[in-house]
């Protein structure tokens, strides 16, 4: 079968098309506006309520949310080692990871994004922006002491973890203020080494 993502450049979708890259599993992009200039397609919203991507379509349905499409794809291609078996040691941080990064860092990054949405009135917006920020910062300094000398986020294996913390180094954007990622070492570090991936040079057209 052929999955289907609902995908934008840029977006978190892009981390789930390296793992569809990375198992070698056959995929259509549905490009998909996630601008703030233009509604929110209808087809999405009747897959995601929310209106965000990535949604993946496979055979028996549709999945939302960049971790649970990520751990559900790994699984089901444990051949490609991109997760740690379910009762292995490691498996435990990798779940903590792909969550911490969709409920904190992910939700910073909203924050900086798209104050308005968190707040009730204009005034309070830049100071939802600024407080977001340092916060993004505290976050990935929490990630950078985690991975210490470490080769990846599990320590000497690769994992689809670290395909997430390199799309989400991605999203640091100097025009937002948001801190650079050299202020992190050891996530930056971690970054470029999954940057060498082919699938990774293939989505990011590196
Ligand atoms: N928690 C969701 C967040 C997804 C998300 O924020 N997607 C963004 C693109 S990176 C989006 O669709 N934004 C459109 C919008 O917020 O209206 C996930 O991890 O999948």
Not at 31 to 41: C, E, F, G, H
Not at 74 to 83: F, S
Not at 84 to 89: H, L
């Amino acid at each position: 079968m052929t999955y289907r993502l609902y995908y934008s450049d840029g977006s978190a979708a892009m981390g789930v098309r390296v793992v569809l890259e990375e198992i070698r599993a056959p995929y259509e992009l549905i490009w998909t506006s996630i601008s703030m200039d233009s509604p929110r397609d209808p087809e999405v919203l009747a897959l995601n309520p929310n209106g965000w991507i990535p949604v993946l379509v496979w055979e028996k349905g549709a999945i939302y949310e960049c971790g649970a499409i990520t751990t559900f794809l790994c699984d089901r291609y444990p051949e490609y080692q991109l997760a740690p078996a379910v009762d292995s040691t490691e498996r435990g941080l990798f779940l903590q990871w792909l969550f911490f990064f969709s409920s904190s860092l992910q939700n910073a990054y909203q924050m900086t994004y798209y104050p308005w949405r968190f707040c009730d009135s204009t005034q309070d917006e830049a100071s939802v922006k600024r407080r977001s920020i340092t916060r993004l910062r505290e976050l990935w300094q929490v990630v950078d002491d985690a991975i210490g000398e470490n080769d990846w986020l599990l320590g000497e294996r690769f994992s689809a973890a670290d395909i997430y913390l390199f799309m989400l180094t991605t999203w640091l954007s100097d025009s937002h203020n948001h801190p650079s990622v050299d202020s992190f070492v050891n996530v930056n570090r971690v970054a470029t080494a999954v940057m060498q991936r082919p699938s990774v040079q293939l989505v990011y057209e590196l």
